[in-house]
């Protein structure tokens, strides 16, 4: 397999021994951006804050359900909190179709859409841009045609948006929908050498990742992926070596998405395999979600709780999450907790919540961010980005 030339490193991040390896936490709510920033601070170490099309985008789509954050608006959000510039904001699954308001747009206009989420991540100083063409209007694009090359088309664009605008981005490259086994080597090593050799060919600069099914993916509120099954582990863990060794022949990382619900070994399994990258989205909405029924609950505050759940129920958003019919409906709701929390009637109730434990709104938060602080310093703990478990930091 011949290695791709080279044009550049990634002069948009810190030394990479400084930052991998990587947890991306998403961006499923305020409280988890909060929880990041802190524990940044108290480790002293960089962390990856991963935004999706629908938690954060352009204000023509409504911005994102998170706040109705823009690019912009996120960036200005985290920075005045973050005045090291410790964390890294980083564009998940940005491309084409990611964003609700755009299924069934025709391509030239979903496209352009994406086109310029990219353009103002680039603006807003975001770090890493995931170029992800896995979506047509309905379904999944082919990965061995449309998808490649509109990936690199928007790649293209973007790098030439950094030139005319004096920025730096890293990329992530990815064209495959998780579906919970590992990448087919026989379609995936030929797809990563086209998308490698032909970004080098164009004078582009390396992609710093590319994403691949892993064997991990989330539903019903745990991971179902391949890594989960005792009888499939080695020949996971064969297959990962293989690609990951793929991809260092090429200059590139691989990365790993839905790592959400892993145990300890799950963890181990992607690190001690080459993964130096991982992303962490859904296990954070669910456990703020739960974590708040739980307050509720114990302030006595039923009726809160259950207007809270009825809000998330009716949201219909637990309908990407979920893998069959045999979950209640306040299962579903715990999946969909996280899409709701800044609507006013949720804000409302927890102010409510607030006064009666006598610590107000910012009280609950306080206490929603303590507990994805410890979760999300479980998940660096598990990779190997730190070595061992800090102090609690100070929310």
């Known amino acids: 397999m011949a290695t791709a030339n080279t044009v550049t490193e990634h002069e948009a991040l810190p030394p990479l021994g400084a930052l991998l390896p990587a947890v991306g936490i998403a961006a499923v709510s305020r409280n988890t951006a909060d929880a990041a920033i802190a524990l940044a601070h108290e480790l002293r170490r960089h962390i990856l804050i991963v935004a999706s099309r629908n938690q954060v ?16 608006s996120f960036a200005n959000y985290v920075r005045s909190r973050d005045a090291s510039g410790l964390v890294l904001l980083c564009r998940d699954h940005g491309g084409p179709w990611q964003n609700s308001h755009e299924v069934g747009s025709p391509p030239n206009v979903a496209i352009a859409s994406a086109l ?27 990965v061995t045609g449309q998808a490649i090359e509109t990936m690199l088309q ?59 099914q892993t064997g991990t993916l989330v539903k019903n509120g745990q991971n179902v992926g391949a890594i ?16 990951v060794q793929a991809s260092h022949s090429f200059g590139v990382r691989l990365k790993a998405h839905n790592c959400d619900f892993l145990d300890k070994q799950h963890w ?22 739960r974590t708040l029924v739980d307050i509720m609950t114990s302030a006595g505050q039923v009726k809160a709780r ?56 910012e009280g609950v938060d306080r206490l929603l961010q303590t507990k994805l602080v410890g979760l999300m310093r479980r998940h660096l703990g598990y990779f190997g980005a730190i070595t061992q478990y800090s102090r609690r930091s100070r929310i």
Request: include cysteine; charge should be negative; proline fraction near 3%.
């Open 57 to 72: 985008d352009l204000q023509e789509l409504g911005g994102g359900y998170v706040g109705g954050w823009t690019a912009e």
């Open 268 to 289: 181990e399994i992607l690190a001690k395999n080459g993964i130096t990258a991982a992303n962490v989205g859904p296990e954070y909405g669910v456990t703020e979600t």
């Open 306 to 361: 259950d207007s809270f759940l009825e809000a998330a129920y009716d949201s219909g958003r637990w309908r990407r999450w979920v893998g069959d019919s045999s979950l209640s409906d306040l299962d579903k709701a715990i999946l969909a907790g996280h899409y709701v929390f800044d609507q006013p009637l949720v804000v409302e109730l927890k102010q409510q919540v607030g006064r009666t434990l006598g610590c107000g709104l």
């Open 154 to 212: 928007l790649y293209e664009d973007c790098v030439a948006f950094c030139a005319r605008r004096g920025k730096r981005v890293a990329f992530e490259v990815g064209i495959e929908s998780q579906s919970g086994d590992v990448s087919s080597l026989e379609s995936w090593l030929p797809m990563l050498q086209t998308i490698v050799t032909t970004i080098a060919d164009r004078g582009l600069p390396r992609p710093l990742f590319v994403v691949a």
């Open 116 to 142: 310029r989420s990219f353009f103002a991540d680039i603006e807003s100083g975001f770090s890493i841009l995931h170029i992800d063409t896995s979506l047509l209007p309905v379904g999944e694009a082919d």
């Open 228 to 243: 989960c099954s005792q009888r499939r582990q080695n020949d996971v863990t064969r297959q990962l070596q293989t690609m």
